[in-house]
């Protein structure tokens, strides 16, 4: 709604309104879906997106599902997801690489990055490893399951957190028992999520000069995306509906907060439940 007191800039007729994050650059280590999704979120949004890939390209340059169609050497998977982006390959495992990374990131405003907490820590690349030499760096992190905790070792994917999370059980029905969403949401939602603890941290920046961390992970994603459930089942049973289908659903969402109190090692109370520990 445009107000007396806020105009909206209309561009001039022929005239292109600028990306929102035109002059923004952001370095990423990223692989698979989660990482790549969301640093191709700031590059539609108009970043200069350079990702850093191992020698031989990354790995969904290569792959695109049971029957990977190639355009010109190239997957439909790294077409969908890694559009918009500039590529360098670097091996981090030679001191040159580690010091090439060192001068880009130098000249960077963002990093994402989707490896495994840890990685780039062993080669020097960490945040902690950054943040006084770059202060004004932005470090966004994508993980399965954050970046430290009970689970910071464990394989995050998709599926395994929609079956983690109780999302594949909610799902499901109490005939065919869990079934996962038809799409790697989990992945999708993450991404969005991901850009926009970016774009965030970026406008903080503007107003205090400071980067900072942002770490997002897979779960937290898989829980965000039931929100409305989860509030639904501790606000009680449902008064009317499909007692059958209701109560599997009410089953289905009290066994995710049980998995996710004994993974937090929480202590937790649950409707018409015993207290239970982790």
Known sequence: MVTSESKA???KKGQKMEPILDGVRVITFTHFLFGPMGAQTLADLGADVIAVEPVGGCWQRHWGGADTTMVDGQSVLFLAVD????SIAINLKAPEGVELARRLI?????????YRPGVLEKFGLGYDNLKDSN???IYAAASGYGADGPYVNRPGQDLLVQAMSGLATITGTEETGPRPVGVSAVDHHGAALLA???VGALFRRSRTGRGGRVDVSLLASALDLQA??????LNGPPRQGNGSAQEYRRMALRRTLRNLCHGGRAHCDFPGQPQTSG
Do not use: H, M
């Open 9 to 11: 800039i209309k561009p």
């Open 196 to 198: 926009l603890g970016v």
């Open 135 to 137: 202060p004004k760096l």
């Open 83 to 86: 559009r918009g982006k500039r």
């Open 228 to 233: 409305e459930s989860l509030v639904g089942y």
């Open 106 to 114: 130098a000249g960077s405003d963002v990093l994402v990055t989707n």
